[in-house]
Each structure stands twice: as C-alpha cells, then as structure tokens.
C-alpha cells in the first residue's frame, strides 16, 4: 500500500478507488504535543472499532461525514477530504487546558457548550484562534466556519446522547472536518478524522472516573482497560488485541 502520510497515531494509504483513503490506527500514544510518547498494544484496535461504530451511528442523522467502512482490525476505508487545518474543540464541562488557560475548575459544567478553535500546527503548539483568524489566514471562509460550526453542534448533542445510554459524560472532544471535491461548484464540508477516547474525555457518570487519554496523560495506567470498557459498553464484539504487526 502507498503511504500517503503518518501523524502520530494514524497512518493514511492510498484507498483502492480514486477519491479514497485507508486510516489505518497504531498503537502509539502521545500527549504535550508528542514530548510523552509509548505504545500501548491494542489502542489502535480499540480506537478503530469504537471510531467505525460511532460513525456508522451518525449515519442515522444527517451529518455528513467521510467514513466508509471498516476494513480490518486496523484500517477503515473513508472518503479523500482536503483537511482543514484547525482543530475544533467542544467543551461541555470544563477540563484540560481550558482550566490551565482561563483558571476554571475541572469538572465544573460550562453554562452552554463552547467551541473552540485551534490551529493544527505542532510547531506552534496547536495556539487557540478566533474565526477571524481564521478567515484572516484564509483557512476556511465565513460560510465554511458557519458550517463547521453547526455541525460540532449537532455532533455533540447526538454524541452527548449515545454516550449517556452508556452511563458516560461527554465533557468535551475535538473534531476535524474537510472539503469534499465532488466536482459541483463548491466542495461540501463533511466530518472526518476520528472519534474516540483519544480525543474525546468521557467520564463515568456515577464514578467520575476517567476512561480516555488522560489515564495516559495524566499517568493513571489503564488505558487499556478503560477503552475496552467504552467499547463493551457500545456492545462492540473486540477481537484479541495483539500487538501491530
Ligand atoms: N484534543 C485532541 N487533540 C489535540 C488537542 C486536544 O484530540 O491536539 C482533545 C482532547 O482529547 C480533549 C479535548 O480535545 O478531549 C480538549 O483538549 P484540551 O484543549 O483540554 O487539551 P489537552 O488536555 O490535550 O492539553
């Protein structure tokens, strides 16, 4: 398969039709923009099967997004998209840097949901911008963070239900989206990317405890054991997680 690009937990292939990708997760793990790094054995399976199963499920809404299938234990197919290079961060209850940046308290609930922007930009440390930044570094136009905008909305709200079924909070997540060229006038925004307890916190709601990546970041130790429990919980049927080949 033609690699096409690595990030730090995805690889992408040349899909076997003009206008597809392969994603394929590994099992690396990093955090403080990559200066914590280790493998974890299965976060890769975990992160594919519970991603595939959460976009299958938006299908029953009309978000549009660009998962196609799972194809493996490692890889799904989806639709080639031009990445737009912002992260869109949903907040729900406060946590992360939003604590460190503004000197709120995690685990208190924001008064409505808040959407941030940030630039995926590693070099510069992913900085936090408003939409004129973005309008202004010509990232996306009005009408496409408008778009954007709507549909973390929408995500989150269908999200924040699917996982309450599960007896798990939703406190905040990040989305990617990009332009699907599909040779009408204007490229469609679809959602793209993943989501899963790498990018999302999700809390136990009798509990509080965490089941995401912050038992990496935060050294808490069982990660592992934590996705399982978010995949059991989705009535996800696993295969043994074996180390990538
Ligand atoms: N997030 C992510 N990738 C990033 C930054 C953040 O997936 O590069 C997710 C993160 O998992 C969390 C949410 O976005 O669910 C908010 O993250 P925050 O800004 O608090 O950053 P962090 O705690 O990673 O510094």
């Known amino acids: 398969m033609e690699l096409l690009y690595e990030g730090k937990a995805k690889k992408l292939f040349k899909g076997p039709e003009a206008g597809t990708i392969i994603q394929y997760f590994k099992d690396d793990a990093t955090a403080f923009n990559a200066q914590k ?8 399976i975990l992160n594919n099967y519970i991603s595939s199963t959460i ?11 660009h998962f196609i299938k799972r194809l493996s234990e490692r890889e799904q ?43 995926k930009d590693d070099a510069l440390g992913d900085p936090v911008i408003a939409r ?11 009408f496409e ?18 996982f309450a079924m ?17 040779n009408t006038d204007f490229p469609q925004i679809i959602l793209a990317d993943e989501i899963s307890p790498d990018n999302c916190r999700l809390w136990d709601m009798k509990t509080n405890e965490k089941l995401d990546k912050d038992r990496f970041r935060r050294d808490l130790g069982g990660l592992i054991e934590s996705y399982t429990d978010i995949a059991h919980r989705m009535s996800i049927h696993l295969p043994a997680l074996s180390a990538e080949k």
């Open 37 to 44: 790094k280790d493998t974890l054995t299965g976060k890769g």
């Open 55 to 65: 976009f299958e499920a938006l299908n029953q809404t009309d978000i549009p997004h």
């Open 77 to 119: 197919l989806v639709k080639e998209v031009e990445i737009i290079p912002v992260e869109v961060i949903i907040r729900k209850v406060a946590a992360g840097s939003i604590c460190k940046r503004l000197g709120l308290t995690e685990g208190e609930p924001l008064p409505h949901t808040l959407i941030e922007f940030c630039l």
């Open 132 to 142: 004129e930044h973005i309008e202004m570094m010509q990232l996306a136009d009005s």
């Open 145 to 162: 963070i408008d778009e954007i905008t709507s549909m973390s909305y929408r995500v989150t709200d269908f999200l924040s239900g699917i």
């Open 166 to 182: 599960m007896q798990i909070q939703l406190i905040d997540f990040k989305l990617e989206f990009g332009r699907l060229h599909n």
